[in-house]
Structure formats: structure tokens, C-alpha cells
């Protein structure tokens, strides 16, 4: 059809970018040369940039299996869903700048609030891009392929339907207590990893 395209590159395309993106996370950590006479220390000293690691490299994980599981239903993608799968590849692209920005501030009084809530306004865009894509397909089942359940449909529909409003709790938090709000974000995609790896009903073989 004149309107519609194969999944097979769009998926391949997307799978590259979580790839650079959840690896250039790690080229954010390092310790300063100041820190070396007292490297324990020095090592110790960068635990915002490893929560922020942690952090963005499961949000990026547990995006790409609700992707995947998002995908490998689709037997082909409109228009809104090339537009809503570029735009969730520019905001996990953009990724690791907050991080970096959080790990920076967050020990910093005059800056990690303003940190901390662009980092969750980050993670709360793509939330919402990934659920309204899921949405967009759960909408127009002729994107489907034909043997995909109902029950299929739901379970895709729990896994990303919460988070958006989890992000706006923990964003909110962020005004009174910014350290407390970035442990927060580590805890939401955590708990995505196992709800979508234990969720047997959204599997597929």
C-alpha cells in the first residue's frame, strides 16, 4: 500500500540508535586527574554519575523491550507511526545530555533542582511518545497482524500506560527534594525491566 511500510528497517534503524545511545551513556563517567592521589575516594565521589548511568540505561532497556514487544506485532507502520518512532529515537538520542547534566548538578545546591526536573521532563517525554505510539496501534488494529490476542493488546497497553504518570509524581517531588526524585527515577524503570521481562501474556514466540 501506497501509505504504509515494512517493519523490518524501521526496527533495525531504531535498534541502532538504543544501541549508540545506551552506550555513549557510559562515556559520561570518569574521574578527574585532580582525584588520582586519592583514587578510592576519587572513584566513590562519582556515584551521581553512576546512578545517572543506571538510571538511563534501564529506562533506555526497558523502552527497547516495550518497543520490541510493540513491533514485532506490527505487520506494517503508518504515517503517525514513522513520525512517533523518529520522534522517540530523537529524545533516546538526547538522552544522555541530562545525564550528564544531573550527575554534574545534583551535588550542586543552586542547580540540581533545575537538573534533576529537566532530566525527568526528559524521561517523561519519551514515556509519553512510547505510550502514545502504542496507542495509535492499539487503535488502528489493521496495523496488526491478524493473530495478534486482545489479552496481547492489554498487556502492551499496561506496560505503557503507567509510567508517564509515575514521571509526574517523582518531576513534582524534584521541587522539594531533588536527590530523593533522582533515586526515584532509577526506581521507575526498574520496575518496568521485570513487569515487561514477567508478563507472559505480551510474549510472543
Not at 511518545?129 to 496495523?143: K, S, T
Not at 498487556?155 to 521541587?175: D, E, N, W
Not at 521507575?188 to 521481562?197: A, K
Amino acid at each position: 500500500m501506497g501509505d504504509r511500510w515494512g517493519t523490518g528497517r524501521l526496527e533495525a534503524f531504531s535498534d541502532g540508535v538504543f544501541a549508540i545511545a545506551i552506550t555513549l551513556l557510559v562515556l559520561e563517567i570518569g574521574v578527574p586527574a585532580r582525584d588520582f592521589d586519592n583514587l578510592w575516594k576519587g572513584i566513590a565521589d562519582q556515584w551521581p554519575s553512576y546512578l545517572g548511568y543506571a538510571t538511563s540505561f534501564l529506562t533506555v532497556g526497558a523502552l527497547w523491550l516495550a518497543h520490541h514487544g510493540i513491533f514485532r506485532r506490527l505487520s506494517s507502520a503508518d504515517g503517525v507511526v514513522m513520525r512517533l518512532n523518529l520522534l522517540l529515537l530523537m529524545l533516546v538520542s538526547f538522552l544522555p545530555f541530562p545525564t550528564k547534566l544531573v550527575a554534574e548538578a545534583i551535588d550542586l545546591t543552586s542547580a540540581e533542582r533545575a537538573a534533576v526536573i529537566f532530566y525527568g521532563g526528559v524521561l517523561l517525554a519519551i514515556s509519553s511518545v512510547i505510550g502514545a505510539l502504542w496507542r495509535h496501534v492499539a487503535g488502528h488494529r489493521e496495523l496488526l497482524h491478524p493473530d495478534v490476542t486482545d489479552e496481547e493488546v492489554s498487556a502492551l497497553t499496561r506496560q505503557t500506560a503507567p509510567s508517564p504518570g509515575f514521571y509526574i509524581v517523582v518531576v513534582l517531588l524534584a521541587f522539594l527534594a531533588p536527590k530523593v526524585a533522582a533515586f526515584g527515577y532509577l526506581v521507575i524503570p526498574l520496575v518496568g525491566v521485570f513487569r515487561i521481562g514477567g508478563d507472559h501474556s505480551a510474549k510472543r514466540a
